[in-house]
């Protein structure tokens, strides 16, 4: 295992390329210090030691929802407890509130829901603009721009073309799960295809949107369903250049209908990070979504490859519905605490990762 690592180090420092079977390898070590040295290693090339965050707030501006992948505990029908849809009212208020406390990014996805027009989702993205114009727009993963196309029948294109009129300004890397036909069809047979997800990233890329990319671990995938889940990933990258951040999701099991599912443990949680920075040599950034990991995993994962540790999120709520135990929010300075005791420097960005202040 030793001369495996050795060749390993030797690409990282030359900058080379790691293979699939190199990944898997990886999957299947135990040598957790090994893959974060190198991983450390392969990070501080690019971003040194400063670690971003930004001050952001989640809107989920409705749980209805025609799909029921069996990972998700957020999506409700419409005569569901529980179910609601927020007024136009209400979101605005939380937009302004969020401006007010000094954010920069709105981070805005919700349910498929059955009975709202596509014209909801232009009035709410030209309203939040009007009343709040110094917040970036991130909305809508690559899931609810497909079924804003089957809703009003135009193409990818247009309906991107016409949110970004509207106030688009990017898009999270939601709906991604695991890209693999295998996975999918047990835990969301309902959702779009991985290569349809690929496609409408791809669109979205094209049209001068960046977005970022997930993968949902931790539940029924095998090791080399996550690396063909990465490979796609890079494929795409190399072809557009238009990922900013890979968000590795630890799966939280409460309250679905994953048979057997138990979640992430610890060390998995920081080999898939730390794989994750090794593999995707085409992303910069690579982040801890502490909502789903933890405070503790996510801030030793900085340790690990990790360059992004998300923002303040406030309200999050798809993760919290599954069991997460984390805050509901962090403080500017509880994130900068958390990434000064990991050694590191603190640098706020915002959605775009210009920088904006390095404390």
């Known amino acids: 295992m030793s001369r495996f690592f050795d060749n390993l180090r030797r690409k990282v420092e030359a900058g080379e390329r790691i293979d699939d079977a190199e990944a898997l390898g990886l999957f299947e070590s135990r040598d957790l210090l090994a893959i974060g040295e190198l991983a450390a290693l392969a990070n501080r090339r690019v971003n040194g030691d400063r670690v971003y965050f930004n001050v952001n707030r989640h809107i989920n501006y409705t749980n209805i929802c025609v799909n029921r992948c069996t990972f998700c505990a957020f999506s409700k029908g419409v005569e569901d407890d529980g179910c609601y849809t927020l007024a136009l009212g209400d979101i605005l208020a939380k937009a302004a509130e969020a401006a007010a406390g000094g954010a920069t990014e709105l981070h805005m996805v919700g349910g498929l829901h059955p009975e709202l027009p596509f014209d909801f989702y232009l009035e709410m993205l030209a309203a939040i603009r009007a009343d709040s114009p110094s917040l970036h727009i ?52 309902e959702k779009i295809s991985g290569e349809r997800w690929l496609e409408v990233i791809a669109c979205a890329h094209r049209s001068g949107l960046r977005t970022n990319a997930t993968m ?58 730390a794989i994750s920075r090794l593999y995707l040599d085409n992303f910069r950034h690579v982040k801890a979504y502490w909502i789903m990991l933890g405070l503790k995993i996510a801030q030793v994962s900085l340790c690990f490859g990790v360059n992004d540790l998300d923002g303040t999120v406030v309200e999050e709520k798809i993760g919290h519905d599954a069991g997460a135990d984390s805050p509901q929010n962090l403080s500017k300075e509880d994130l900068c605490e ?9 640098v706020e960005r915002d959605t775009l990762y210009n920088e904006l202040k390095t404390y």
Do not use: W
Request: aromatic share 6%; net charge neutral.
């Open 338 to 346: 958390l990434i000064r005791k990991a050694g590191k420097v603190p």
């Open 216 to 273: 949902l671990f931790g539940h029924i995938e095998a090791a080399a369903d996550r690396v063909d889940h990465l490979h796609r990933l890079r494929a795409l990258q190399d072809e557009t250049g238009g990922f900013q951040a890979f968000i590795p999701l630890a799966f939280q099991p409460d309250n679905t209908r994953v048979p057997g599912a138990t979640g992430v443990g610890g060390v998995d949680a920081l080999k898939t990070l």
């Open 138 to 189: 991130k909305a809508f993963t690559a899931v609810e721009i497909d079924y804003f196309a089957k809703l009003t029948g135009q193409s990818i294109e247009r309906v991107l073309g016409e949110l970004k009129e509207a106030g688009l300004g990017s898009m999270p890397g939601g709906g991604a799960e695991i890209l693999g036909a295998r996975v999918r069809e047990q835990i969301c047979p």
